[in-house]
T-cell receptor, first 111, second 113 residues
């Protein structure tokens, strides 16, 4: 039941782009994206709500496809500071207020 | 000022002991959560309180008991600790229920020997 993220891990050189996908087996109400650096707490990136399609700030954006029950996180011109594990948190229709986090994607940006 | 704080940061204890983790938020939020992150980094919700009322109670052994004395505090008491309880426990808070940003505390790393 946990949302499945792909890829599981990715290594990028600084300046390269990446896409992280989050697929749900249930109808989505909202999708939250978080980044967690090693030994730290998850930090909020953005929320996408049902009915909305794309959001972004700086060089990180995300899309939400209700039909496919999935969301994608886009990282462009990656920086060293983007390294960490990315989690999607899905809120399913009918279970408002509960986030079910995905399997995580470990991203490493190198020089 | 720390928005969501937890104590202690590290907790090392023997099997069978009872321990508590405390959480406080100074954001004025109505909803608080406990999450468990295991060694594989899976982040799983355990409990949630909204205005001191328990609203989410996942399939968690009843050795785990949350308590919310007021909106700003949420504690987690664990009885008869087992090896499998070793994990990082995160407290979080959000303004309301539903699609609201959750702010996480720094986590408590619990090691059961």
């Amino acid at each position: 039941q946990q949302p499945v993220q792909s890829p599981q891990a990715v290594i990028l050189r600084e300046g390269e782009d990446a896409v992280i996908n989050c697929s749900s087996s249930k109808a989505l109400y909202s999708v939250h994206w978080y980044r967690q650096k090693h030994g730290e707490a998850p930090v909020f990136l953005m929320i996408l709500l049902k009915g909305g399609e794309q959001k972004g700030h700086d060089k990180i954006s995300a899309s939400f496809n209700e039909k496919k029950q999935q969301s994608s996180l886009y990282l462009t011109a990656s920086q060293l500071s983007y390294s960490g594990t990315y989690f999607c948190g899905t809120e399913w229709a009918g279970t408002a207020s509960k986030l079910t986090f995905g399997t995580g994607t470990r991203l490493q940006v190198t020089l | 000022d720390t928005a969501v704080s937890q104590t202690p940061k590290y907790l090392v204890t023997q099997m069978g002991n009872d321990k508590s983790i405390k959480c406080e938020q100074n954001l004025g939020h109505d909803t608080m959560y406990w999450y468990k992150q295991d060694s594989k980094k899976f982040l799983k919700i355990m409990f949630s309180y909204n205005n001191k009322e328990l609203i989410i109670n996942e399939t968690v052994p009843n050795r785990f008991s949350p308590k919310s004395p007021d909106k700003a505090h949420l504690n987690l008491h664990i009885n008869s600790l087992e090896l499998g309880d070793s994990a990082v426990y995160f407290c979080a808070s959000s303004r309301g229920r539903g699609a609201d940003t959750q702010y996480f505390g720094p986590g408590t790393r619990l090691t059961v020997l």
